[in-house]
């Protein structure tokens, strides 16, 4: 006597297995399902007030002397512009300034920040003795590098002699 044979469910295209979720499980298009912050500023606008408070509040730095005639005396003394004291205010880190610089949006807010913060460098830069600290920053957040420039006057430059000479006093 045959067995008869169990009529196996016809396949459809929505398979449910290894990395084939159910339909109403899958991601929306345009969304990828990773967690994610959400952005933290909306609009330019909304990015620009926190910076401007940033420039504000280091402009409006004071400082206490003491006066000719002995007593205390406040004194405006602004503190530096710095890319990190920026993203501090900001509630952000640099990297995330960066990215957000790469959107089209944000691009022109980031950028004239980061000018004004380079120009505050530079002029401090050029009123001090030591001007380590304020080339390291230039390098590192705003591309400045070094550059050897070779003129030869139209001349030709000997090449390197590769080898070794002897000379008489060599045995």
Not at 39 to 66: G, L, W
Not at 134 to 139: N, P, V
Request: aromatic share 8%.
């Amino acid at each position: 006597m045959a067995k008869a044979k169990k009529e196996q469910p016809k396949k459809k295209n929505s398979e449910v297995g290894y990395k084939k979720p159910p339909k109403d499980k899958q991601f929306k298009p345009g969304n990828s399902g990773l967690p994610g912050r959400p952005p933290k500023f909306e609009s330019p606008e909304q990015m620009q007030e926190a910076i401007d408070k940033y420039f504000e509040k280091c402009d409006a730095r004071t400082r206490t002397v003491v006066a000719k005639d002995g007593g205390l005396m406040e004194v405006t003394h602004p503190e530096p512009y710095t890319i990190s004291g920026l993203c501090l205010t900001l509630g952000i880190d640099r990297l995330t300034l960066l990215n957000y610089s790469k959107e089209s949006r944000f691009f022109n807010t980031v950028k004239e920040a980061k000018i004004k913060v380079a120009n505050d460098v530079e002029r401090r830069m050029l009123e001090t003795q030591n001007q380590s600290g304020a080339i390291f920053s230039l390098k590192n957040n705003f591309g400045w590098k070094d550059n050897i420039d070779l003129t030869t006057n139209g001349k030709d430059l000997p090449s390197p002699i590769a080898g070794v000479i002897k000379t008489d006093n060599d045995n």
